[in-house]
């Protein structure tokens, strides 16, 4: 330990080594397939250390303490096995002055939440532990390797960044398509990973280092840090029963030379190599320069699959996820009805906008946590990078503890109190931030004024470390129709910002406040911010003017190869204003048929004559029935009878629109999937049944607690719960849920259903009544509301 | 992380070919039934697709009900029946991956009757994935229907033991979750018995 220089610094002075393989090797030595090598730290400590210094007399600089899988999510108590693989190392490492000790991270063998079950907490606090135990230990580092998942990655990056000082390297799993297997590539992962403070990332396992090679290329052309690349000797194939790497050490060493020389900084050996390997490796790759590792200074945010770059071409961040003048959505998030959210932020990610942001602050909420529940839901079903709106700075730590990717923060400004409470977050989960140009003094009426705003918020984010490149300033569109000039300071200060390399952003419908038709004025300006060089945008997506202007200016200003973007804007555009193929088919023909789109037109249709009433009755009930009939009788299959219920929920949703709010009709049913399943197919088919014939459903989504459950029983009122299992092993869960809520209300009426389910089993777990399927529930819960 | 004995392989999503009956069975229709929106879910789930396998062939025990593998040791009289008079067998796991079933997700958050068929051709999908690869892996041999833990008497719980001794955590992804439940969720793993 004691003189030699940091890791850190070693990097910077020269090529440093990673051991090989541990698994491989213990193998060897008996190692049965399948078992924890961990476990070799207890029961074969001489042998692990022995292995430690077949590497260290080969050459490497870094020896991988054998503690893969010991963390706090596989073990109830790692803590030995991390100790006893600590012990190794070091022993080992103590007879090469010089040499280094890594603490080793490995995957959980979990997926998080939402794709598997293990919440982004506990995976943090299972690998918190290693963190912990490293420092204690004296490691000389940690390395978080094999990750191929970019969330779980995150997880383990924050507990080690939460519980030690240590220098962390970080390593993925990439395919041959450059992605880790949730889907993640190179630039998304060095965008967060760069955020959150790794200080070496980089690739291991799975591939050879010559299919290494494409990866490790993207990641140098956009890592400000160093990167390592700890390949796989070629690729496993099983001969006599054994599997065997198709690279020998030359050919490894053969295309690792084509690593070091592409500019990676720390090399290894992950499955398959041995100390041969490494020992060659060595030898080939030492002579090589090191590259200078330069700041890429790119702004950039990111989601779980991809970078967004800002500052090429304009960037568009759709607006709609924001309560203000909208009743329906205040009225969604009083209701913690998330679908709303949902659909708005998939019909935008449709609409083509890259960035997402997302507001929802309302005052009688609990803004931190419904803005959390927010992100979650929807990185779920969007890939896009989101924008984390709020000014509350408990909210924006929270939310932007959990997003998955680099977010875009909204907003920091010049005023001390604002900087002193973003800053901090910025610098420990990483983000670019938006910068408002006003502080205590309010706005200034100078584009020069605002200039030296931004200036200033960019000094005061060097501070905390965080880079120029990451702040993107918004020089603040004010109402033109209270301020005559307020559009051309604005407009100004954007060129004068941009004529000195700083990004910025405008919320541009500001600019028309109080004026008619809106969107004349703001695409206008939004045309001429674009020319005076803005790099995003928050938009309204929907409106056409806007999307226009985007497309004709990306086209006009060679932003848009061969025009490819504006033609297939401009198709799109022409087919929607082209009248409808259904003709002159009628509502009903538009239901039974699964037209949603349709259906949805001729409802907007029909209301200008027919009342909403005489819609549900004659039309929408009358398709349901028939297909339903249909269905029953087996002249349907089930794909159709959910098309149908799709169309008729558009059909619905028309409908609504057009009804007062209060003749909502107040039949309701809470649904959940049971805990600790995740199987929600058939109780979505259950929501869009009932929603079809006009119930309003309360839907909890799938892996419901129990306690969940009751909560919102008692926050709605609803009396009427359905819950649905697939497998055998959650019914207990069931089961806990239907007593937990007879316990509160006798009276409460629990159907249930699923594929393990039946009548004799449902009455076992003392279930009002069992619902075959999505009819039988809808038959239910009319008999229900018919009775009280 | 290495394991002595395993491959690994791909398959091309384009390549796979569903077998008719087992999506019809799966969508809940007649083997005839042909619509538009089918073939269009399908298209997009190809697009999602990234169908991986994992394998390892290794001895195995079998004495009446009790079915040795060396890493588990298996209880099951539908197990013992199946593997009877076998001295090796194949273990493998597949999956689609974790793409797919995101797709599910943003389709849940939409149209119902998209996910719902979505869904039903991912199942089908994994199948002929599974026939797929056990196809090539018995070419030359006589291997029994293949078998998997959860059918009959072989115990769901033997899913983690399997999974860990084909690494298919890292090399396929493949995670469980508390209920035992494979994530990605279009996943199968099962034993096929090699006859002497």
């Given at each position: 330990m004691n003189d030699k220089p940091l890791i850190t610094d070693l990097i910077r002075t020269r090529r440093v080594y990673i051991d090989g393989a541990m698994g491989t090797m213990l193998h060897r030595r008996g190692?049965?397939?399948?078992?924890?090598?961990?476990?070799w730290n207890i029961s074969h400590p001489d042998a692990v250390t022995d292995i430690h210094l077949q590497y260290l007399a080969a050459g490497c600089d870094i020896i991988t303490a054998n503690?893969?899988?010991?963390n706090g999510i596989r073990y109830d108590d790692p803590e030995p096995l991390l100790r006893a693989g600590m012990a190794c190392a070091r022993k080992a490492a103590d007879k090469y002055p010089g040499s280094y000790v890594a603490l080793d991270i490995g995957p959980s063998g979990r997926l998080l939440?939402?794709?598997?079950?293990?919440a982004f907490e506990d995976a943090v606090r299972g690998f918190g532990v290693c963190a912990r135990t490293a420092q204690e230990c004296g490691a000389d580092l940690i390395i978080i390797e094999t990750m191929n998942d970019c969330y779980e990655t995150k997880a383990a990056l924050l507990a080690v960044k939460e519980n030690c000082s240590l220098p962390v390297f970080v390593m993925n799993v990439y395919d041959e398509s450059g992605k880790l297997m949730t889907g993640a590539d190179a630039w998304a992962m060095v965008c967060m990973l760069e955020g959150m403070g790794a200080d070496v990332i980089g690739m291991n396992c799975s591939l050879g280092p010559d299919k290494m090679l494409p990866v490790a290329r993207q990641m140098l052309s956009h890592a400000s840090v160093p990167v390592v690349a700890v390949p796989n000797a070629g690729l496993p194939h099983v001969r006599d029963g054994q599997t065997v790497y198709d690279m020998d050490e030359q050919s490894f060493c053969l295309y690792a030379e084509q690593l070091a020389r592409a500019g990676v900084s720390v090399l290894g050996g992950c499955c398959g190599t041995d100390p041969n390997y490494i020992k060659l490796l060595v030898e080939k790759t030492r002579d090589i320069p090191l590259p200078d590792?330069?700041?890429?200074?790119e702004t950039v945010v990111s989601s779980y699959t991809h970078a967004c770059l800002i500052g090429a071409s304009p960037v568009l961040i759709g607006?709609?996820?924001?309560?203000?003048?909208?009743p329906a959505f205040k009225k969604a998030l009083r209701d913690s009805d998330m679908d709303y959210v949902l659909a708005e932020g998939i019909r935008q990610a449709d609409a083509g906008v890259q960035v997402l942001d997302v507001n929802v602050g309302l005052?009688?909420?609990d803004e931190r946590a419904v803005l959390c529940e927010c992100i979650g839901r929807l990185q779920a079903v969007t890939d896009l990078p989101l924008q984390i709106d709020t000014s509350s700075s408990e909210a924006l730590g929270a939310a932007m503890r959990i997003y998955n990717g680099k977010p875009l923060v909204n907003s920091v400004n010049g005023k001390e109190e604002v900087m002193s409470a973003v800053f901090p977050l910025v610098r420990k989960y990483g983000g670019a931030v938006i910068a408002l140009t006003l502080d205590e003094s309010g706005i200034p009426s100078s584009a020069e004024q605002r200039v030296a705003i931004a200036e200033k918020i960019i000094d005061r984010a060097a501070e905390y470390?965080?880079?120029?490149?990451?702040i993107i300033v918004d020089p603040l569109a004010m109402a033109v129709s209270s301020d005559p000039n307020g559009a051309l300071v604005t407009l100004r200060t954007v060129q004068l910002l941009h004529e000195r390399g700083i990004r910025t952003s405008l919320g541009?419908?500001?600019?028309?406040?109080?004026?008619?038709?809106r969107d004349k004025i703001n695409s206008t300006f939004f045309a001429e911010a674009l020319a005076g060089g803005l790099d995003c945008a928050i938009i309204n997506p929907f409106s056409s003017p806007m999307m226009d202007t985007y497309y004709a200016f990306r086209a006009l200003h060679a932003l848009d190869t061969a025009c490819a973007g504006y033609i297939a804007y401009a198709s799109d555009a022409a087919c929607d204003s082209?009248?409808?193929?259904?003709?002159?088919?009628t509502l009903r023909d538009c239901i039974e048929k699964g037209l949603s789109a349709d259906a949805a037109a001729k409802t907007a249709e029909l209301l200008k004559s027919v009342s909403p009433e005489d819609i549900i009755n004659l039309h929408i009930s009358a398709a349901l029935n028939k297909v339903g009939d249909d269905f029953e009788h087996k002249r349907a299959y089930l794909p159709q009878l959910l098309m149908s219920a799709d169309a008729a929920t558009a059909s619905f949703a028309e409908v609504k629109k057009a009804l007062?709010?209060?003749?909502?009709?107040?039949r309701r049913m809470i649904l959940a999937t049971v805990?600790?399943?995740?199987?929600?197919i058939g109780k979505n088919i259950v929501r869009v049944m009932l929603e079809s014939y006009g119930f309003g459903v309360i839907d909890l989504g799938r892996d419901v607690p129990p306690e969940k459950v009751l909560q919102a029983v008692q926050r709605s009122g609803c009396r009427l719960v359905g819950l649905s299992a697939l497998m055998t092993t959650t019914v207990p869960a069931m089961e806990r849920t239907i007593k937990l809520l007879h316990e509160f209300d006798p009276d409460i009426k629990v159907a249930v259903g699923g594929a393990v389910l039946n009548r004799e089993y449902a009455d076992m777990i003392h279930a009002d009544v069992y619902c075959a399927d999505a009819m039988d529930t809808v038959r239910y819960a009319e008999a229900y509301y018919a009775g009280i | 992380m290495s394991y002595a004995d395993v491959a690994v392989g791909q398959l091309c999503a384009d390549e796979l070919v569903l077998n008719p009956a087992e999506t019809a069975a799966r969508l809940g229709t007649s083997r005839d039934f042909r619509h538009k929106r089918v073939d269009e879910c399908l298209a997009v789930l190809r697009a999602n697709m990234r169908c991986r396998y994992a394998y390892a062939r290794m001895p195995v025990a079998v004495e009446g009900d009790v079915c040795d593998f060396g890493f588990m040791q298996v209880q099951s009289r539908a197990l013992g029946r199946n593997l009877g008079g076998c001295a090796e067998a194949y273990i493998f796991a597949v999956t689609l991956g974790a793409q797919v079933d995101r797709l599910l997700m943003r389709l849940a958050a939409g149209s119902q009757s998209d996910r719902f068929i979505t869904d039903a051709l991912a199942s089908s999908a994994a199948e002929s994935l599974c026939e797929c690869v056990s196809r090539q892996l018995a070419a030359g041999l006589r291997c029994r229907p293949r078998f998997s833990?959860?059918?009959?008497?072989?115990?769901?719980?033997f899913q983690p033991l399997v999974l860990d001794r084909l690494n298919a955590g890292s090399y396929l992804g493949i995670t469980l979750t508390?209920?035992?439940?494979?994530?990605?969720?279009?996943s199968i793993t099962a034993v096929m018995g090699i006859e002497i």
């Amino acid at each position: 330990m004691n003189d030699k220089p940091l890791i850190t610094d070693l990097i910077r002075t020269r090529r440093v080594y990673i051991d090989g393989a541990m698994g491989t090797m213990l193998h060897r030595r008996g190692l049965e397939p399948g078992q924890p090598s961990e476990m070799w730290n207890i029961s074969h400590p001489d042998a692990v250390t022995d292995i430690h210094l077949q590497y260290l007399a080969a050459g490497c600089d870094i020896i991988t303490a054998n503690t893969f899988g010991a963390n706090g999510i596989r073990y109830d108590d790692p803590e030995p096995l991390l100790r006893a693989g600590m012990a190794c190392a070091r022993k080992a490492a103590d007879k090469y002055p010089g040499s280094y000790v890594a603490l080793d991270i490995g995957p959980s063998g979990r997926l998080l939440e939402p794709l598997g079950d293990l919440a982004f907490e506990d995976a943090v606090r299972g690998f918190g532990v290693c963190a912990r135990t490293a420092q204690e230990c004296g490691a000389d580092l940690i390395i978080i390797e094999t990750m191929n998942d970019c969330y779980e990655t995150k997880a383990a990056l924050l507990a080690v960044k939460e519980n030690c000082s240590l220098p962390v390297f970080v390593m993925n799993v990439y395919d041959e398509s450059g992605k880790l297997m949730t889907g993640a590539d190179a630039w998304a992962m060095v965008c967060m990973l760069e955020g959150m403070g790794a200080d070496v990332i980089g690739m291991n396992c799975s591939l050879g280092p010559d299919k290494m090679l494409p990866v490790a290329r993207q990641m140098l052309s956009h890592a400000s840090v160093p990167v390592v690349a700890v390949p796989n000797a070629g690729l496993p194939h099983v001969r006599d029963g054994q599997t065997v790497y198709d690279m020998d050490e030359q050919s490894f060493c053969l295309y690792a030379e084509q690593l070091a020389r592409a500019g990676v900084s720390v090399l290894g050996g992950c499955c398959g190599t041995d100390p041969n390997y490494i020992k060659l490796l060595v030898e080939k790759t030492r002579d090589i320069p090191l590259p200078d590792i330069l700041p890429k200074n790119e702004t950039v945010v990111s989601s779980y699959t991809h970078a967004c770059l800002i500052g090429a071409s304009p960037v568009l961040i759709g607006e709609r996820i924001n309560p203000t003048g909208k009743p329906a959505f205040k009225k969604a998030l009083r209701d913690s009805d998330m679908d709303y959210v949902l659909a708005e932020g998939i019909r935008q990610a449709d609409a083509g906008v890259q960035v997402l942001d997302v507001n929802v602050g309302l005052p009688e909420i609990d803004e931190r946590a419904v803005l959390c529940e927010c992100i979650g839901r929807l990185q779920a079903v969007t890939d896009l990078p989101l924008q984390i709106d709020t000014s509350s700075s408990e909210a924006l730590g929270a939310a932007m503890r959990i997003y998955n990717g680099k977010p875009l923060v909204n907003s920091v400004n010049g005023k001390e109190e604002v900087m002193s409470a973003v800053f901090p977050l910025v610098r420990k989960y990483g983000g670019a931030v938006i910068a408002l140009t006003l502080d205590e003094s309010g706005i200034p009426s100078s584009a020069e004024q605002r200039v030296a705003i931004a200036e200033k918020i960019i000094d005061r984010a060097a501070e905390y470390g965080i880079r120029p490149c990451d702040i993107i300033v918004d020089p603040l569109a004010m109402a033109v129709s209270s301020d005559p000039n307020g559009a051309l300071v604005t407009l100004r200060t954007v060129q004068l910002l941009h004529e000195r390399g700083i990004r910025t952003s405008l919320g541009v419908s500001n600019i028309s406040f109080g004026l008619p038709c809106r969107d004349k004025i703001n695409s206008t300006f939004f045309a001429e911010a674009l020319a005076g060089g803005l790099d995003c945008a928050i938009i309204n997506p929907f409106s056409s003017p806007m999307m226009d202007t985007y497309y004709a200016f990306r086209a006009l200003h060679a932003l848009d190869t061969a025009c490819a973007g504006y033609i297939a804007y401009a198709s799109d555009a022409a087919c929607d204003s082209a009248p409808s193929s259904v003709g002159d088919m009628t509502l009903r023909d538009c239901i039974e048929k699964g037209l949603s789109a349709d259906a949805a037109a001729k409802t907007a249709e029909l209301l200008k004559s027919v009342s909403p009433e005489d819609i549900i009755n004659l039309h929408i009930s009358a398709a349901l029935n028939k297909v339903g009939d249909d269905f029953e009788h087996k002249r349907a299959y089930l794909p159709q009878l959910l098309m149908s219920a799709d169309a008729a929920t558009a059909s619905f949703a028309e409908v609504k629109k057009a009804l007062p709010p209060s003749e909502d009709t107040g039949r309701r049913m809470i649904l959940a999937t049971v805990h600790g399943d995740i199987h929600d197919i058939g109780k979505n088919i259950v929501r869009v049944m009932l929603e079809s014939y006009g119930f309003g459903v309360i839907d909890l989504g799938r892996d419901v607690p129990p306690e969940k459950v009751l909560q919102a029983v008692q926050r709605s009122g609803c009396r009427l719960v359905g819950l649905s299992a697939l497998m055998t092993t959650t019914v207990p869960a069931m089961e806990r849920t239907i007593k937990l809520l007879h316990e509160f209300d006798p009276d409460i009426k629990v159907a249930v259903g699923g594929a393990v389910l039946n009548r004799e089993y449902a009455d076992m777990i003392h279930a009002d009544v069992y619902c075959a399927d999505a009819m039988d529930t809808v038959r239910y819960a009319e008999a229900y509301y018919a009775g009280i | 992380m290495s394991y002595a004995d395993v491959a690994v392989g791909q398959l091309c999503a384009d390549e796979l070919v569903l077998n008719p009956a087992e999506t019809a069975a799966r969508l809940g229709t007649s083997r005839d039934f042909r619509h538009k929106r089918v073939d269009e879910c399908l298209a997009v789930l190809r697009a999602n697709m990234r169908c991986r396998y994992a394998y390892a062939r290794m001895p195995v025990a079998v004495e009446g009900d009790v079915c040795d593998f060396g890493f588990m040791q298996v209880q099951s009289r539908a197990l013992g029946r199946n593997l009877g008079g076998c001295a090796e067998a194949y273990i493998f796991a597949v999956t689609l991956g974790a793409q797919v079933d995101r797709l599910l997700m943003r389709l849940a958050a939409g149209s119902q009757s998209d996910r719902f068929i979505t869904d039903a051709l991912a199942s089908s999908a994994a199948e002929s994935l599974c026939e797929c690869v056990s196809r090539q892996l018995a070419a030359g041999l006589r291997c029994r229907p293949r078998f998997s833990p959860g059918y009959g008497d072989f115990s769901i719980n033997f899913q983690p033991l399997v999974l860990d001794r084909l690494n298919a955590g890292s090399y396929l992804g493949i995670t469980l979750t508390d209920a035992l439940m494979m994530v990605p969720s279009k996943s199968i793993t099962a034993v096929m018995g090699i006859e002497i």
